[in-house]
């Protein structure tokens, strides 16, 4: 099921971040990083039984993930504080002609079948698509936040901080190659956050939630397919 985008305002004068937001927004402005190894053995078996792409299904379990809390969800609209309802993934569409890529996005669906349906569409009518924005005379949706993969480089660590003061509180995923450890597949994945919006404690949360939903992809086919 697709979701309409909704924004709540958020009540500063109640807000238990108030004081800690206005510190890392105002005061002292900062973002930070840090890199994880995800296990994806078993998603990529399954996957592969299942016939689908580990991208979008990377794509769709973060967006999932980080749409389930609030504190990844913070933006202004028209001045005012808030959060989105859901996320919509902003994602590189890479040109094997010339190796640029251009900015794609993918509506997110609760269900992981129809928003693979959905991203192998957009590859076909916009992929070759060149330019910064994919989809020609579109501009990406508000609540677009930056998930990709640099799938040429298993990486350590990753980091990109770029505000340009600008109110933007979205946090930033990036994947890396896929590497073999101990017999186990490994993705490192990198997440960037604005301290304003989300502290350790809420990635230390998503990242705890995306293994354990990685380690049982599986009941998300059934999810989809209606079992």
């Given at each position: 099921?697709?979701?309409?985008?909704?924004?709540?305002?958020?009540?500063?004068?109640?807000?238990?971040?108030?004081?800690?937001?206005?510190?890392?927004?105002?005061?002292?402005p900062t973002g930070y990083s840090l890199t994880a190894e995800l296990d994806v053995?078993?998603?990529?078996?399954?996957?592969?039984?299942?016939?689908?792409?580990?991208?979008?299904?990377?794509?769709?379990?973060?967006?999932?993930?980080?749409?389930?809390?609030?504190?990844?969800?913070?933006?202004?609209?028209?001045?005012?504080?808030?959060?989105?309802?859901?996320?919509?993934?902003?994602?590189?569409?890479?040109?094997?002609?010339?190796?640029?890529?251009?900015?794609?996005?993918?509506?997110?669906?609760?269900?992981?079948?129809?928003?693979?349906?959905?991203?192998?569409?957009?590859?076909?009518?916009?992929?070759?698509?060149?330019?910064?924005?994919?989809?020609?005379?579109?501009?990406?949706?508000?609540?677009?936040?930056?998930?990709?993969?640099?799938?040429?480089?298993?990486f350590e660590h990753f980091a990109v901080h770029s505000y340009e003061n600008k109110?933007?509180?979205?946090?930033?995923?990036?994947?890396?190659?896929?590497?073999?450890?101990?017999?186990?597949?490994?993705?490192?994945?990198?997440?960037?956050?604005?301290?304003?919006?989300?502290?350790?404690?809420?990635?230390?949360?998503?990242?705890?939630?995306?293994?354990?939903?990685?380690?049982?992809?599986?009941?998300?086919?059934?999810?989809?397919?209606?079992?």
């Open positions: 099921m697709k979701h309409e985008l909704t924004f709540t305002p958020i009540d500063l004068e109640t807000w238990g971040r108030r004081e800690i937001f206005y510190y890392f927004s105002q005061m002292a053995t078993r998603m990529r078996a399954v996957l592969k039984v299942a016939g689908f792409k580990f991208f979008p299904a990377y794509l769709w379990l973060v967006t999932r993930l980080l749409s389930q809390q609030t504190e990844f969800k913070l933006a202004q609209a028209d001045g005012q504080l808030g959060y989105y309802n859901v996320l919509t993934p902003l994602y590189a569409a890479f040109h094997e002609d010339d190796k640029t890529f251009s900015l794609m996005w993918t509506e997110y669906d609760d269900s992981f079948l129809a928003f693979h349906a959905a991203y192998l569409a957009d590859q076909r009518e916009h992929g070759s698509h060149h330019g910064i924005l994919a989809k020609a005379g579109q501009l990406p949706p508000p609540n677009a936040y930056t998930v990709s993969c640099v799938p040429w480089v298993s109110p933007y509180y979205f946090p930033s995923v990036e994947a890396g190659k896929l590497r073999e450890r101990g017999g186990k597949v490994c993705l490192p994945l990198s997440i960037t956050c604005h301290h304003a919006a989300a502290d350790g404690w809420h990635v230390g949360l998503f990242l705890d939630a995306l293994q354990t939903e990685a380690n049982q992809f599986e009941k998300f086919l059934e999810i989809s397919n209606g079992d």
